[in-house]
């Protein structure tokens, strides 16, 4: 029987650490104890030992293991990658077997281009959205994927908000966030010898999964395995998962939250929020959080159901969880549970 290198999240469990990485046991796991995740599926830490022993490609076998894989995973949303009316968006993240700082960033908003944000913005009735979503992800495939400096991007969004006259983001319409796009994508370009940003969907895939595995071999990582004993036969996996948003407006947002005081292992929720934002903007410094006991005012429903499902994953790993959460128009899903991190999405 030939090897698989891809596993749906409902193919794994915790005990599959060394195949799936952390993260994807945990996302296995979680998906086992029938808790709500967006899906998706997990390119196995074997297939980024394969990319080396094969200088450095990914073989055509394990290439068509992933696309097989995607079709699965529209199947489940409902969706279609780069539809031009509803089209799949995901995520891209590695994950080691142990906790590796230097790793690769998370890609979000993976399958956007000239085309499908059209129809990102008229299945979401959100155009302002959909561009905001578009120029992240022109941004973040940028800096991660293509290593184009993120400085060069802030240093666009600080100039248009200063020909515009607004302090934040949020400030910004629909029409300043397509022109970001335009600036974006002419930033790119400028950087990459002249070639364009990315239009087909499944190239903007490959390239990001290549990254995670080029990520497993940087500097910073090499060092860090050497300092602990960490193999580099290990490699790491490529989570990819269906995109859930915190940034559609007032009723989502996206934080950080531990179950307990992480100083003093106290019980109690500890953690913070921003409203309409992504994971990233949190830690970004760009806009002052809320403490996450204010969610109980803002929206209680979603509160009650955060604590209810954290309390259920700290009893199950008998362990403090350390959680991200996003919020977005009330319907919650739980994300990721990187190592012994959960992450929540309200929906």
Partial sequence: MAKKYVYLFSEGNKDMRELLGGKGANLAEMTNLGLPIPQGFTVTTEACTDYYENDKVVRKEIEEEILEALKKLEKLQGKKFGDEKNPLLVSVRSGARASMPGMMDTILNLGLNDKSVEGFAKSTGNPRFAYDSYR???????DVVMEVPKSYFEKIIDELKKEKGITYDTEMTTEDLQELVKRFKKVYEDNMDGEEFPQDVYEQLMGAVKAVFRS???PRAIVYRRMNDIPGSWGTAVNIQ????????NTSGTGVAFTRNPATGEKGIYGEYLINAQGEDVVAGVRTPEPITKL?????????????????LEDHYKDMQDMEFTIENGKLYLKEQPMRRLKLLVI
Wanted: aromatic share 18%; hydrophobic share 40%; proline share 3%.
């Fill in 296 to 312: 109980e005012t803002d929206l209680p429903e979603c509160y009650s159901e955060f604590m209810r499902l954290a309390q259920k």
């Fill in 216 to 218: 497993w071999d940087n």
């Fill in 136 to 142: 992240r992800f022109i941004q973040m495939y940028s």
């Fill in 242 to 249: 269906a995109m859930v948003f915190g940034n559609m407006g």
